[in-house]
């Protein structure tokens, strides 16, 4: 049964913490990959957004 230590004492394992941040950090090195992957994906929808709209914008019932 574990119990929560407010002062911080019941910290992981400093391996643990570094396995996070390992993980962490190979999340964010995908996710700025894919986002430089689909950058033209995504200046053709703003474009398609600029020049059409949003779809259902016209039925929008809140400003």
């Known amino acids: 049964m574990s119990r929560i230590d407010p ?4 910290e992981p394992p400093a391996s643990d913490r570094l396995e996070n941040a ?8 995908e996710k700025k ?4 992957d689909n950058r ?5 929808y703003d474009a398609l957004v600029d020049r059409l709209g949003v779809f ?7 400003e």
Do not use: L, P
């Open 7 to 10: 002062a911080g004492k019941n």
């Open 33 to 36: 990959k894919w986002m430089e």
């Open 22 to 29: 390992s993980c962490v950090s190979s999340i964010d090195a």
């Open 56 to 62: 259902g914008e016209e039925y929008r019932a809140f």
């Open 40 to 44: 033209a994906a995504f200046a053709a």
